[in-house]
Antibody, heavy 118, light 108 residues
Framework: QVQLLQWGAGLLKPSDTLSLTCGVNGRSLSPYWWCWIRQSPGKGLEWIGEINQIGETNYNPSFKSRVTISVDASENQFSLNLRSVTAADTALYYC????????????WGLGTLVTVSS | EVVLTQSPGTLSLSPGERATLSCRASQSFYNNYLAWFQQKPGRAPRLLIHAASSRVTGIPDRFSGSGSGTDFTLTISRLEPEDFAVYYCQQYGSSPWTFGQGTKVEIK
């Protein structure tokens, strides 16, 4: 049974850096890509970016100037840093792996509600 | 980026009825790489369909996907009580991946 356990600060002030980590239990990071997706009432589901086990990344250009996704393969976990947050970054943040193809499936964390408020 | 527009916003149906959900893309994308997700309150989304029409292992065969180019459809042949939820389409054929705004299937 694969479990994604995510943790990080849930209450931030404007201009802070959002930092979340997702630990993957029950399987290796390889060969999948692991991503961060957020969900808010105003913007719905947004794909932020993804990383693989060797640290290759793809980012949504909407976040590219502020976001860093990193991986610690030895700990089987990956992290999200989103800089200079504003109230518009208030959302439920999920870590996930969406894999398509012959072994299509998905793994999701429970989500972390991040609120940005002064 | 590819904008996905889902319709209707809400579908009110009774158990046993057929549900037809639409997802229209602002432009075509590679290989009709379109997925459908189901989300229930307080839960993360769950992948149902990928590549427009391929059902994920374990998903009941009452769920089917079709379409190509810019027009895609999710059909639930006979609604079961557990099918009442919000459904999202997502394209992964053009970066950045994008999602539709969702269709809520509610009990009439």
């Amino acid at each position: 049974q694969v479990q994604l356990l995510q943790w990080g600060a849930g209450l931030l002030k404007p201009s802070d850096t959002l930092s979340l980590t997702c630990g993957v239990n029950g399987r290796s990071l390889s060969p999948y890509w692991w991503c961060w997706i957020r969900q808010s009432p105003g913007k719905g589901l947004e794909w932020i970016g993804e990383i693989n086990q060797i640290g290759e990344t793809n980012y949504n250009p909407s976040f590219k100037s502020r976001v860093t996704i990193s991986v610690d393969a030895s700990e089987n976990q990956f992290s999200l840093n989103l800089r200079s947050v504003t109230a518009a970054d208030t959302a439920l943040y999920y870590c996930a792996s969406l894999h398509f193809g012959d072994d299509a499936g998905d793994y999701w964390g429970l989500g972390t509600l991040v609120t940005v408020s002064s | 980026e590819v904008v996905l527009t889902q319709s209707p916003g809400t579908l009110s149906l009774s158990p046993g009825e057929r549900a037809t959900l639409s997802c229209r893309a602002s432009q075509s994308f590679y290989n009709n790489y379109l997925a459908w997700f189901q989300q229930k309150p307080g839960r993360a989304p769950r992948l149902l369909i990928h590549a427009a029409s391929s059902r994920v292992t374990g998903i009941p065969d009452r769920f089917s996907g079709s379409g190509s180019g810019t027009d895609f459809t999710l059909t639930i042949s006979r609604l079961e009580p557990e099918d009442f939820a919000v459904y999202y389409c997502q394209q992964y054929g053009s970066s950045p991946w994008t999602f539709g705004q969702g269709t809520k299937v509610e009990i009439k």
